[in-house]
């Protein structure tokens, strides 16, 4: 399960029990190494909008999918912020420039 060093869990036990018998424990996502088993439970639209926590925005997924999901969700976020300032760019202090 994703988010477990110190986050709450998305998803709960049941819910996520219903999204794998629902997707009938079968990766949604099928990237490059794709195991195919799912048994993980990804957001698909991760923006926290009204639609966030409804069942047709999840969907059962392996470990190695949702980790490629995750970080290229991140990466793309992170790459928003500096585009909209949120990461100044500074030189380190230590360097001669």
Do not use: F
Not at 8 to 15: D, I, N, Q, Y
Not at 87 to 93: G, L, M, R, S
Request: proline fraction near 4%; aromatic fraction near 6%.
């Amino acid at each position: 399960m994703a988010w477990v060093k110190g986050n709450k869990a998305h998803t709960s036990k049941p819910e996520r029990d219903r999204i794998l018998a629902r997707d009938e424990y079968q990766c949604q996502i099928r990237g490059i190494g794709c195991l195919g088993e799912a048994s993980e439970v990804d957001h698909i639209d991760n923006t926290r909008n009204a639609n966030y926590w409804r069942d047709s925005n999840k969907q059962a997924v392996c470990p190695v999918c949702h980790k490629v999901k995750t970080q290229r969700e991140a990466t793309e976020a992170r790459a928003a912020r500096r585009a909209r300032g949120l990461y100044p760019v500074e030189k380190h202090p230590g360097l001669i420039a």
